[in-house]
Nanobody, 122 residues
């Protein structure tokens, strides 16, 4: 069983920045791909970014150039640096684990955190 705990969410003005963290309780963290998803009220959960165990990254088109995903295997933690935030980025953000090739499909991710709220005011 892997537990994931997100933190770093909050209220920020449009154009501002936030850094989300995802702490994992597993000694095998370095072998997992770490993905970030978000879900806004009334909308389906959508892919944001993923970082492979090797460091390869993939982003949703809507966040390319504004968000950066990273990881610190020594700390068993993944990060999502969000800049130039827009009101449409408002959502609950989740981190999740997967194995194998990079994917933006939520059903490929096995373990999920509880989510952290990000609210961007205009």
């Amino acid at each position: 069983q892997v537990q994931l705990v997100e933190s770093g969410g909050g209220l920020v003005q449009a154009g501002g920045s936030l850094r989300l963290s995802c702490a994992a309780s597993t000694p095998f963290f370095s072998t997992y791909n770490m993905g970030w998803f978000r879900q806004a009220p009334g909308k389906e959960r959508e892919f944001v970014a993923v970082i492979k165990w090797s460091g390869a990254k993939s982003y949703a088109d809507s966040v390319k150039g504004r968000f950066t995903v990273s990881r610190n295997n020594a700390m068993n933690t993944a990060y999502l640096q969000m800049s130039c935030l827009k009101p449409e980025d408002t959502a609950v953000y989740y981190c999740a684990t997967s194995s194998g090739r990079l994917t933006n499909v939520a059903t490929a991710y096995g373990y999920w955190g509880q989510g952290t709220q990000v609210t961007v005011s205009s």
